[in-house]
């Protein structure tokens, strides 16, 4: 249990956690949700996940005494089901969390843990400046906006938590 107590402390779990909860507040108290508020909720709660992407010392996490790519697995996908629990159930949002998680994981193994905030937010950024369109470009870059059914959301979706949560469990935090 001791590892499992440093861990969380090394991650910033604390911080992260408090987040997520403000975040489920505001989601509840914030009345009916639409598609851009559902992904601005999952947007802020992939944010606040990347706190957690690194230790404060990155030689830790380049260390063997762990299987480092199973935890840091782990850590990623434990974080999108938090993530998707912050809206109210009944609402399609593991496909959005999962995606939004994905892009904040590959952006700590590209950019670092400090940086690691940008893809999602230039992601949702890019979703919301966007006026919609039929064509498949415009689709697979508002994929956060799209309903629950739409075919090239949730491929767009699966493969940044796909790529994302790889690149982070193999690579680790960039340094």
Same mark, same amino acid.
């Given at each position: 249990?001791?590892?499992?107590?440093?861990?969380?402390?090394?991650?910033?779990?604390? =911080?992260?956690? +408090? =987040?997520?909860?403000? #975040? *489920? /507040?505001?989601?509840?108290?914030?009345? $009916?949700?639409?598609?851009?508020?559902? !992904?601005?909720?999952?947007?802020?709660?992939? /944010?606040? &996940?990347? *706190?957690?992407?690194?230790?404060?010392?990155?030689? #830790?996490?380049?260390? !063997?005494?762990?299987?480092?790519?199973?935890?840091?697995?782990?850590?990623? &996908?434990?974080?999108?089901?938090?993530?998707?629990?912050?809206?109210? @159930? +009944?609402?399609?949002?593991?496909?959005?969390? *999962?995606?939004?998680? +994905?892009?904040?994981?590959? %952006?700590?193994?590209?950019?670092?843990?400090?940086?690691?905030?940008?893809? @999602?937010?230039?992601?949702?950024?890019?979703?919301? =400046? #966007? @006026?919609?369109?039929?064509? &498949?470009?415009?689709?697979?870059?508002?994929?956060? =906006? &799209?309903?629950? %059914? $739409?075919?090239?959301?949730?491929?767009?979706?699966?493969?940044?938590?796909?790529? %994302?949560?790889? $690149?982070? $469990?193999?690579? %680790? @935090?960039?340094?």
């Amino acid at each position: 249990m001791r590892w499992l107590t440093l861990y969380a402390r090394s991650r910033q779990l604390p =911080l992260v956690l +408090g =987040l997520l909860v403000a #975040l *489920a /507040i505001l989601a509840r108290l914030g009345g $009916a949700a639409g598609p851009r508020r559902s !992904a601005l909720l999952l947007a802020a709660g992939a /944010i606040a &996940l990347t *706190a957690g992407l690194g230790s404060p010392d990155p030689a #830790l996490d380049r260390t !063997a005494a762990l299987r480092w790519p199973l935890h840091r697995a782990a850590h990623v &996908l434990l974080g999108t089901v938090l993530t998707a629990a912050l809206l109210p @159930p +009944g609402l399609l949002t593991l496909r959005d969390s *999962a995606g939004l998680t +994905g892009l904040a994981a590959l %952006g700590a193994a590209c950019f670092g843990r400090p940086y690691a905030w940008l893809p @999602p937010f230039t992601c949702l950024a890019a979703a919301f =400046l #966007l @006026p919609p369109a039929p064509d &498949l470009a415009t689709r697979l870059l508002t994929w956060p =906006l &799209l309903p629950p %059914g $739409a075919t090239p959301a949730t491929l767009t979706a699966l493969t940044l938590a796909v790529t %994302g949560t790889t $690149a982070y $469990a193999l690579a %680790g @935090p960039r340094r």
